[in-house]
């Protein structure tokens, strides 16, 4: 079974930065495609950005000029820098890795950024 676990949230101050990482392992197949989501206590999980095997890259209106994503699909890593925080980006994140046409998720990384 693939595993897929996320590191490097903490507590930031507003304006701060941190910077996610995320690793799959148990498997020899390249990912499709990374993502890193969000969920704030009380509301859905929401897509924060994507990356493709490509290298193509997708971004929440919320995280445009803010954060950005990278990856090595061969090695199954993706980052997310995270730049500027703001109070409203408190939330758990997680990773999404497409292997095999599978979706697997981490158990996610709390991210809080005090004002």
């Known amino acids: 079974q693939v595993h897929v676990v996320e590191s490097g949230g903490g507590l930031v101050q507003a304006g701060g930065s941190l910077r996610l990482s995320c690793a799959a392992s148990r498997t020899i197949f390249s990912s499709s495609a990374m993502g890193w989501y969000r969920q704030a206590p009380g509301k859905q999980r929401e897509l924060v950005a994507t990356?493709?095997?490509?290298?193509?890259?997708n971004y929440a209106d919320s995280a445009k000029g803010r954060f950005t994503i990278s990856g090595d699909s061969a090695k199954n890593s993706v980052y997310l820098q995270m730049n500027g925080l703001k109070p409203e980006d408190t939330a758990d994140y997680y990773c999404k890795q497409v292997i095999g046409g599978v979706d697997y998720w981490g158990k996610g990384t709390l991210v809080t950024v005090s004002s």
């Open positions: 990356v493709t095997g490509a290298g193509n890259t």
